[in-house]
């Protein structure tokens, strides 16, 4: 199998049938074996009987049924674990990315990339959509040092290596940029169609940013202190114990030197405080050291691009 789509859909009725249609078209003119793989991310209309008159008539489909919602992370990793072709494409189901752009996603894989990402552009939603996502990615970029446009544009091509060694949960699948940049996978992105949804509604909110931005967080910690939290819980800790020893040791002058009385003083609890904080960041730093160097010694901290022998 040369190429896997995975596409998850959640109360996407109405799209499924001419996004079908659109992508064995585009995946025709290609000429490569070809599977496309729908995840019933729960939905409550009549999205899987869609899905089962497909399965039915093309049997390049195959579908997956979740129980209940359990979001895009989910449904793409169950999609990348059911995938059998060495390229993945991903794509949303709500006719907004258009198949036709698979084949430039291609060539630039082609070109030695290993995960090619979309950039809507120009993208056609509302201000209440784009404007909170610009500022997201923008904060993205800076924080992540990526150069990527939009981050969150499902529309992505890589290779199989890539989705084996990044795991999504929550709300991550909007950083697999990240991810895959973490672990030494060359990147690049390139502009897409971008169309108005003709169907459905909209599964984007308010509280879907707030998520995100949650998960960038677990994100920039992953990527910089997964294998050394102390360097992270450390510096807090240290700046906490200095402070307060500092505050302790001017008070101790006052009292031991000017003999001068500092029960009743506000910073003696304040110092004795920080250099509580900090012994505790200290130690908490030092337990997650050794969760992670247990964890360790089952997982590969390295990425291998290729090996001659």
């Given at each position: ?302 990425s291998i691009r290729e090996t001659l022998e």
């Amino acid at each position: 199998m040369s190429l896997s789509i995975v596409i998850p859909a959640y109360n996407e009725e109405g799209s499924l049938q001419e996004l079908h249609a659109k992508l064995v078209e585009s995946l025709t003119e290609i000429g490569q074996e070809y599977e496309i793989i729908f995840v019933d991310d729960g939905s409550s209309d009549g999205t899987f009987s869609a899905l089962e008159k497909l399965h039915t008539t093309d049997p390049n489909v195959k579908v997956i049924r979740f129980r209940r919602n359990f979001g895009k992370a989910a449904a793409l990793t169950a999609g990348f674990r059911a995938a059998q072709g060495e390229i993945i494409v991903t794509m949303d189901a709500d006719l907004q990315d258009d198949p036709v752009e698979i084949p430039r996603f291609l060539e630039k894989l082609d070109e030695g990339y290993d995960l090619v990402t979309g950039w809507k552009y120009p993208r056609l939603d509302p201000l209440s959509k784009t404007l909170p996502s610009r500022l997201a990615n923008g904060t993205v970029r800076m924080a992540a040092g990526l150069d990527i446009h939009d981050m969150n544009c499902g529309f992505k091509a890589m290779r199989r290596t890539v989705t084996e060694e990044i795991t999504l949960y929550g709300e991550l699948h909007r950083y697999i940029p990240v991810l895959a940049n973490w672990r030494g996978f060359r990147l690049a992105e390139i502009k897409v169609k971008h169309h108005p949804r003709p169907y459905g509604k909209s599964k984007y909110g308010l509280e879907r940013l707030a998520r995100g931005l949650f998960d960038f967080m677990t994100v920039f910690f992953l990527s910089r202190f997964n294998r050394r939290p102390l360097h992270f819980f450390g510096m807090f800790g240290l700046l906490a114990f200095l402070a307060g020893f500092a505050i302790d040791a001017y008070l101790a002058y006052i009292r031991l030197v000017l003999g001068i009385f500092i029960g009743h003083r506000p910073l003696l609890t304040l110092g004795t405080l920080l250099i509580t904080i900090g012994v505790q960041f200290f130690s908490f730093g030092l337990l997650a050291e050794m969760f992670t160097y247990g964890a360790m010694s089952k997982e590969r901290d390295y990425s291998i691009r290729e090996t001659l022998e």
